[in-house]
């Protein structure tokens, strides 16, 4: 079955950067698009990145030119990096797959920026 593993989560300061990973497994991934998400406490699940098959990219407002999202076809893994963090950008954050058959969640991985 498809299985998603994140990792890079982590307590870090304002202004810093966090690298995350997503590894997919049982699944083609190449053909696919992959996005990350993050959630708030008391807030809804927001679109954070998106990157397609071909690579083209989309970010939301708070994020573009601090974060950038990546994939490596080879390892089956999609990236995303974080740069000149904020307090703001503190929530749990997953990575989302969907192939022809159904759309998968990471296990999510927590994110703290402290100011």
């Known amino acids: 079955q498809v299985q998603l593993v994140e990792s890079g989560g982590g307590l870090v300061q304002a202004g810093g950067s966090l690298r995350l990973s997503c590894a997919v497994s049982g699944s083609i991934f190449s053909f696919n698009a992959m996005g990350w998400y993050r959630q708030a406490p008391g807030r809804q699940r927001e679109l954070v990145a998106i990157?397609?098959?071909?690579?083209?990219?989309n970010y939301a407002d708070s994020v573009t030119g601090r974060f950038t999202i990546s994939r490596d076809n080879a390892k089956n893994t999609a990236y995303l990096q974080m740069n000149s963090l904020k307090p703001e950008d503190t929530g749990v954050y997953y990575c989302?797959?969907?192939?022809?058959?159904?759309?998968?969640w990471g296990q999510g991985t927590q994110v703290t920026v402290s100011s």
């Open positions: 990157i397609s098959s071909g690579g083209s990219t």
């Open positions: 989302r797959y969907t192939n022809a058959r159904d759309t998968y």
